[in-house]
């Protein structure tokens, strides 16, 4: 059931004038994140995300939420510093076209992989109990000949907007995950699953383009 290994880069590192921009860059394309998750996908180590945070707390840049999962999330002025910073970003780098032919790629890719998830969660109309091996295996190798296309685009995208070296690791952490079993790994919400990655860097692409979710997205 293992998908070709391709190899992959470790996370970038990122400069003094890049932490803040993709401490919030999380928060936009999670949503809502903790401190960790934070760090999780930026690789920066947690006592800097966390001063980070704080300052764009202070700067109303983004606000923490109490609870029972605790963490922060952009508020509206929050939305539109990022949005600029990362135009202006994506405009220093000269990355415009990667991110493009990418997103493109990964519209293609984003069908079939809805259709996976969909055949994962519901079988015959009604929630897969999970109780037939010979079904989930079948997902699992429709799943191992995309990923490799996947990995593939988010490393390639790398080499022209580093920070997209955030992806291919955590694709491929995923994958192993559900290859020794995990179903989890697959399409839990907020649990470093598969689907949780995926729609991160849609998410990261469509707002790298500065453009809104179309028809070709799907939902």
């Avoid at 990122?14 to 998750?37: D, K, Q, W, Y």
């Avoid at 109303?60 to 939305?79: F, M, S, W």
């Avoid at 907007?161 to 192993?176: H, I, K, Q, S």
Wanted: charged content about 25%; overall charge negative.
């Amino acid at each position: 059931m293992s998908a070709p290994h391709t190899a992959v880069p470790t996370n970038p590192v990122t400069t003094a004038e890049t932490m803040r921009l993709h401490c919030l860059h999380v928060l936009r394309i999670a949503g809502f994140a903790s401190p960790n998750a934070v760090a999780g996908f930026t690789g920066l180590d947690i006592s800097t995300v966390e001063a980070e945070l704080d300052t764009a707390t202070e700067a109303e840049l983004c606000v923490r939420r109490e609870g029972r999962i605790a963490g922060y999330a952009l508020t509206p002025a929050g939305r539109a510093w990022h949005a600029e910073e990362l135009a202006a970003e994506l405009e220093r780098l000269g990355g415009r076209s990667a991110v493009e032919a990418a997103d493109a790629a990964f519209v293609e890719l984003n069908g079939p992989f809805k259709q996976l998830c969909t055949d994962w969660q519901v079988r015959d109309g009604a929630p897969n109990d999970h109780d037939d091996p010979h079904y989930d295996r079948q997902i699992f190798d429709r799943l191992a000949e995309l990923h490799p296309a996947a990995v593939r685009l988010t490393t390639e995208l790398t080499r022209a907007v580093p920070r997209y070296g955030w992806y291919p690791p955590r694709l491929e952490n995923a994958w192993r995950r559900i290859d020794s079993g995990e179903a989890r790994a697959f399409t839990a919400p907020m649990a470093d699953s598969y689907h949780d990655t995926w729609m991160a860097l849609h998410q990261d692409l469509m707002s790298t383009l500065g453009r809104q979710r179309s028809a070709n997205d799907g939902h």
